[in-house]
């Protein structure tokens, strides 16, 4: 592991830190750490940086709420640029978005399915449960309420079983319908995907020769 003085501060004191979000990989935000803020991050696992335009340590959330809470911090093979690893607590833009990297200056083209990630779908989903939309699907199963979406995930299942007795393809439709409702469940219940994979993750059990599965059949 790295000691803090084994990293290089430019003439100012200060290196550049990016943040980037731990479950989805999206980059975040870059501000600027001195050894103190650097030293509290380490020690509270919480986001801290030098302003400055203001001349003064900046623990990020302090006044928003918006807590980035550490997970894991890199730093480059030069030593003079940090990667931090967060689970945020809210926006880290000001502005109120997720990221504060939003404005193309070269879009990437790219084919509709690189473009989509359950992570993504799973806010926009969330959404529509914060701001309700006149005519989305997404935002009547909300307003319906959790009994609907129930029955929802209910008649999915039963689609999913048929279509699994006939055709591959048409199992990939009915599969992908009833993920989608499940995130819809999990948005109603303040359920986030991390729960689920953490969840997963425990229900093994890994010896020497074999991964036992611990879930019951």
């Not at 030098?50 to 709420?65: A, I, N, P």
């Not at 926006?91 to 084919?111: I, Q, T, W, Y």
């Not at 926009?124 to 959790?146: H, M, N, P, W």
């Not at 993920?179 to 991390?194: C, F, K, Q, T």
Request: with cysteine; glycine share 4%; aromatic share 6%.
């Amino acid at each position: 592991m790295l000691d803090i003085n084994e990293l290089k501060f430019d003439s100012n004191g200060l290196i550049p830190a990016i943040l980037i979000d731990d479950d989805s990989g999206d980059v975040l935000m870059l501000a600027y750490m001195n050894r103190e803020s650097l030293q509290i991050s380490l020690d509270k696992k919480l986001a801290c940086f030098w302003s400055r335009s203001r001349k003064e340590l900046w623990l990020k959330g302090e006044t928003s709420g918006n807590y980035q809470h550490i997970r894991e911090i890199k730093a480059d093979c030069d030593r003079d640029t940090l990667l931090v690893y967060v689970k945020p607590d809210g926006p880290a833009c000001h502005l109120g978005n997720k990221s504060c990297f939003v404005d193309d200056l070269m879009p990437r083209e790219k084919e509709q399915h690189e473009k989509f990630t359950i992570c993504g779908l799973m806010e926009l989903i969330k959404t529509r449960k914060a701001q309700k939309v006149e005519g989305s699907y997404t935002s009547y199963l909300f307003d319906k309420g959790l009994d609907k979406i129930l029955k929802k995930i209910g008649e999915e299942s039963s689609e999913v079983i048929i279509a699994a007795k006939n055709d591959k393809r048409e199992a990939v439709y009915e599969i992908s319908d009833l993920i989608y409702h499940m995130l819809v469940l999990m948005a109603e219940m303040d359920i986030e995907i991390p729960d689920i994979i953490k969840e997963l993750a425990s229900r093994h059990v890994i010896d020497k020769k074999v991964k036992q599965e611990t879930m019951k059949a």
